[in-house]
């Protein structure tokens, strides 16, 4: 269930029968040959599956993200860390005022994870009665038991975030050495070591290792949400 296929009397009849909500957050940010809004559309197609299955309710996604690096890429639309925790922080307050306690924050953008970490400590210490929890799908042991089992790494732009709805082209056959990346450094010196925006491995997997990779993100997710 997500919020643009409700109106205000069915939120309103939701929270009568349950407090949790999924705020999902990413980044408009460059993935090589997929889709600029990977960051969104992976964690709302995981959270499509559990949420159905658990009768949770979907908030609408944050598109953007802190993505700093990348900006020298056409198409990345960045926040400042600052910026980005203030918008968290007015989403998560206005969600539990409206009734909400139980809020699972999942994040499909690693550079967001320094910011969303201690704000939902803050939260949770803050907010008696309330619970936040944060779910990176890439990070979860399941999902990277997969990616080994499978004998393929998993990073930024490659195959396991190759999904039919993260594919918007061609996508290369074959693998990219991880590239050498400068730790701190301009946009520019980040594009120039990457090339094409693929931190390396392979470009593409076979259909069943995405599948099971999804698979075990959904249920990953079902269990956090349980868990709440």
């Avoid at 919020?3 to 309103?12: G, K, P, Q, R, S």
């Avoid at 922080?89 to 970490?117: I, K, P």
């Avoid at 709805?165 to 290369?172: A, L």
Wanted: with cysteine; hydrophobic share 45%; proline share 7%.
């Amino acid at each position: 269930m997500q919020f643009e296929d409700l109106n205000w009397m069915d939120v309103e009849s939701y929270l009568k029968q349950d407090d949790r909500v999924v705020l999902i957050t990413g980044a408009c940010e460059q993935h090589a040959y997929l889709s600029l809004l990977t960051d969104i559309r992976t964690p709302v197609a995981i959270a499509r599956v559990a949420c159905q299955r658990e009768h949770v309710l979907i908030a609408p996604p944050l598109p953007y993200g802190v993505s700093p690096y990348f900006t020298a890429y056409p198409g990345t639309i960045s926040l400042g860390a600052e910026t980005f925790a203030a918008v968290v922080r007015e989403v998560l307050a206005g969600l539990l005022r409206q009734g909400f306690r139980r809020v699972l924050v999942s994040n499909g953008h690693g550079g967001n994870t320094g910011v969303l970490r201690p704000l939902l400590i803050e939260f949770n210490t803050g907010r008696p009665g309330a619970t936040l929890a944060l779910f990176e799908w890439w990070r979860h042991p399941n999902v990277v038991a997969v990616a080994e089992e499978a004998g393929l790494a998993q990073y930024h732009a490659n195959w396991s975030e190759s999904f039919p709805f993260t594919r918007v082209g061609e996508v290369p056959e074959g693998e990219k050495a991880p590239p050498d990346l400068p730790r701190i450094a301009p946009a520019e010196a980040f594009r120039e070591a990457l090339g094409d925006g693929s931190f390396g491995g392979a470009y593409t997997a076979p259909e069943a290792v995405s599948e099971r990779l999804f698979d075990a993100a959904v249920e990953a997710m079902v269990a956090a949400l349980q868990e709440l």
